[in-house]
Structures are given as structure tokens and as C-alpha cells.
């Protein structure tokens, strides 16, 4: 094989792509099935190109077939370059408006640097690699969800759960049982702890919380043991996924446990912080390390604000909306509270209107969709219909009374009232109010199959 650089029209898709369910006739018809049914990875891949380049580190294999150059490896990237060059390409008039929008202010690559491959048989064997789940440790070994968080920090549900079990293990440090079981739901089980964390609700009963890299819980360590000891033994032994899938299934887990759940009433005034920075944690409540004598934690001797956030809707990640919408959530989530309090301020709102419009459209409501007070209410009224979800109090509360110092009218005056400013601390109740309902209005269009 040979490498070379070739122009992005002179490339031509494979028509007999094992992603396709028949052999494709024409370059639309290949690009139509490479959309498919999920049409958003392409867009994110083109996104992607359009904001990095091409991936230095993996070249399209191509076969010359007299004046024909066929891509039989890396037709998704050659797919989002022609999309790129020429959105009229698409198979319908939302899809070339997207990544038209995509191409407007990049500079995209128009040529690709490809390797030459003398016949597909001789290209077979790195396709293969490629694609064959690490072949036996010969090809690319996909990394395992611990792995990727290790390597991302990134908040995902698996990263908060292996900060919770090293939480959790210096903790109860002297508990040989529970650090044990912890340790094997880590090299097993990490996804199903990560689901039961990713879960406001399970959180919410657990007493934790998170904030970048530092767990936070709202019991002492002697109240939270019962519950702790008994989630790492379950999930290390008889408790699957299947049975922790569904919300409901994560409810009833937790009814099922209700005994060694910490009472509410046994709140700490200052949750107790955990970071294995140890300075952050420092910084954010007083050390762990102090014991009273009947075994209660000493009272800290620095107050923390527990609900200080200083970005907009930290912790929020939706995975099921549109690429659009999930785009302006994480540019949202850039915004420093106390520096652009009044972009800040309308993003609130912005952000909380269009995740509500998208779920209703999505699931063909038609109820109570002229105001936003009407969209909000009937995205609570799905997922907390009993009105019982502790996350989501200050969400009906805010949104569906008339009256208090902090309503819906709060959101409308962030963009209409030119002559208030906003207070950081009204943008930081919101947020914190309505990311939960973010969260469960994501998780309403996984459930409801979009």
C-alpha cells in the first residue's frame, strides 16, 4: 500500500458498504443510507471535522478501479467531507440546512490524505482490524467504560461512579465487605452503579451529589453506611441491569432498601466533601477527618455554600435530544454566573424553552403548548406526575405558582424587562431548579423511543 492525498469529489463511496442493507446505485442513495435512521452521527462527525480536521491518525484505504477511486475504509468521514462541500447533497431540506450551518464558518478540508490499497482483498485484512472488536488484541482493543473515564475526566455517569467508590473506600476504609464488593462492582459493575448515580432521584435519597471531581453527601458516614454497604453488595452480586434500566425499576430498588436509607431528618446542615485532590475538598468544606466523641462528625469550622454553583446547569448532559439542542446546553454550560450574569440570565430561559419544545414536538403533544408555563407544566406532569420528586420541588414551585419572589415571570423578565438586572443568585436557583427537569425531560424521550 501507498499513501497519497486525494480531492474529497474524487472519492467515491463504496456502493457495496457493509453498512448498507442492499447495494446503493448512485452517491445519494449512499449517503441516504449512511444517515439512515440516526442521522445525528453523521452530523456530530461532520461537526467534528469542520471544528479539528480529519483524524491524522487513521487514513481512508481506497481501491482504484479504473477511473473510479472507491473508499472501502473510512466512508463515514469521506460522507461528512462531500456533505460539508456540497450540503445540497443531502437527502432532505432540514439535513442540508444542518450541515450547511455546520460548513458556514469552517474551513473544510478538500483534500484527504488516503492510503492506496491494490485490491480489496489486500485492503481486507486492516478493514478487519478495524472493525472486529480488537481481533483477539490484534487490531484496536476498544478501552472499557472505566477506561474512557479514566482517560476523559469528563462527568460522565461512569466517571461519577469511580469517584464515588474511591469516596466511598476511603470512607469506610475499615469495612472489609463493603470496600471489597466495591472493588468488584468497579471491574464489573461500573455501568450499573453509574446508571443508579446518573438518576436525580437516587441521588437525591442517597444524599449525594457532585461537583466536578468532589462528591458531596448530606449524611454523616455512620448514616450512610447501611445503604452504602447494601448498594456495592447487591450490584456486586444479584442485582443486573435489567433490573435498574427504568426509573420506576430504580424507585422500587430504593423501596426495596427503604430501611437502611438515612432518614431526611438526619440531613447535615453542610454537606461533607470528598475530592482526591484533597486540597479541593479542603476548600470546599472542612476536613472529613474530624470525629466527636459519641462518633459524630465534628461540625465543620468553615461554611459552604452547598448550592454555589458557578456555571449554568452544572452536571446536566442530555443524551437524547437533538444535536442542536445539546449544543446549546454545553455552550449555555460555559457561562460564568457571576461574569455575564445577563447572558447567563437569558440562556436560562432559553435553554429550559427549548428542551421543553423539542420533547413536546418529538412526542406529538398538543396540550398546553401556547406558553411556556404550559410547556414546562406539561413536561412535569410526565415525568413527576405524583409531584413527589424531592429534585423537582422548586421546579413546579417556580414555574406553575402565580405568586412568590421567584416565578415563571422571573424567566420572561431575563429577556424582556431591558430595564432590571438580574440577580446572580435568582440565575443560580433557576438553573439549579430546572436541571433536573432537563434530566428527566431527556431521559422522557429515551423512554418514549423519540
Known sequence: MKQTSMHVT???????????EKKTASLEESLAALLGHNPDKLLRLAKDIAQHGINPTEFPIVVVDGERNIVVE?????????????????PSEKL????????????????????????????????MLRHDSGNKGVG?????????????????????????????????AHDVDLVENAHLVRNGRITNLGRMLADPYV???????????????????????????????DLAGSVTVDQIKSKEQRKDYLQQVE??????????????????????AGALASSEGAVEGDGQEAKPTKRRRADFEKKLFQGVALRNVSLRTSDVLDEAKRLRIDEMPNVAAVMVRAVVDIVVTEVAQKLSWRRNQDTLKGRIGA??????PNKDNPELANAWRFSQQDEGALVLKTLHSFVHAWESNPLTSDVRKLSMAYGPLLLLA?????????
Open 140 to 172: 484496536i482493543v476498544p478501552w472499557s467504560s472505566a477506561e474512557k473515564s479514566r482517560f476523559s475526566g469528563r462527568s460522565t455517569p461512569t466517571g461519577k461512579a469511580l469517584l464515588f467508590i474511591d469516596a466511598a473506600s476511603e470512607w469506610f
Open 259 to 280: 430501611d437502611d436509607l438515612p432518614r431526611l431528618a438526619d440531613r447535615l446542615e453542610i454537606p461533607q466533601a470528598y475530592s482526591k485532590s484533597g486540597a479541593e
Open 10 to 20: 474524487s472519492l467515491v463511496l463504496d456502493e457495496t458498504n457493509p453498512r448498507y
Open 96 to 127: 442540508k440546512k444542518q450541515f450547511a450551518a455546520i460548513a458556514r464558518n469552517n474551513v473544510i478540508p478538500r483534500r484527504v490524505a488516503c492510503v492506496i490499497a491494490e485490491s480489496r482483498l489486500q485492503a481486507e485484512h486492516w478493514i
Open 442 to 450: 431527556d431521559e422522557l424521550l429515551e423512554k418514549k423511543g423519540r
Open 74 to 90: 473510512g466512508n463515514r468521514r469521506v460522507a461528512a467531507l462531500k456533505l460539508l462541500g456540497n450540503p445540497a447533497l443531502a
Open 203 to 233: 441521588r437525591n435519597r442517597l444524599g449525594l451529589s457532585f461537583e466536578g471531581d468532589v462528591v458531596l453527601r448530606s449524611y454523616s458516614r455512620e448514616k450512610m453506611k447501611p445503604v452504602i454497604a447494601r448498594l456495592f453488595s
Open 379 to 384: 413536561v412535569l406532569s410526565q415525568v413527576d
